[in-house]
Nanobody
Framework: QVQLAESGGGSVQPGGSLRLSCVTS????????IGWFRQAPGKEREGVAR????????HYADSVKGRFTISLDKAKPTAYLQMNSLNPEDTAMYYC??????????????????WGQGTQVTVSS
């Protein structure tokens, strides 16, 4: 059974930082592509960042480019989303998701087989 456990969400002021964690399994961290998605109230879920398996190529949504960083610690095995310079528009429930295989994208969410339960991020003054 695949397990994805997100943590690290919370409430921060604009300009603050948070690091989200997605604890998974050795099988996933070595054989799957991992993405971070978010959904704000009343909005559709959107892709935020993804990291390909193998070459660890990363890709970000334009709205977070330069502020967010996705990374893996294969020994733990955990995926991270470091979020800096947060603003109120970043407020959302954040999810990690898994697509088996080397490559993935942020557009077709149907490619992702497993999803975590989410962790809430709230940015307000």
């Amino acid at each position: 059974q695949v397990q994805l456990a997100e943590s690290g969400g919370g409430s921060v002021q604009p300009g603050g930082s948070l690091r989200l964690s997605c604890v998974t399994s050795l099988s996933i961290i070595h054989n799957a592509c991992i993405g971070w998605f978010r959904q704000a109230p009343g909005k559709e879920r959107e892709g935020v960042a993804r990291i390909d398996n193998g070459d660890s190529y990363t890709h970000y949504a334009d709205s977070v480019k330069g502020r967010f960083t996705i990374s893996l610690d294969k020994a733990k095995p955990t995926a991270y989303l470091q979020m800096n310079s947060l603003n109120p528009e970043d407020t959302a429930m954040y999810y990690c998701a898994v697509k088996w295989g080397k490559y993935c994208d942020l557009v077709d969410q149907r490619d992702y087989t497993y999803w975590g339960q989410g962790t809430q991020v709230t940015v307000s003054s």
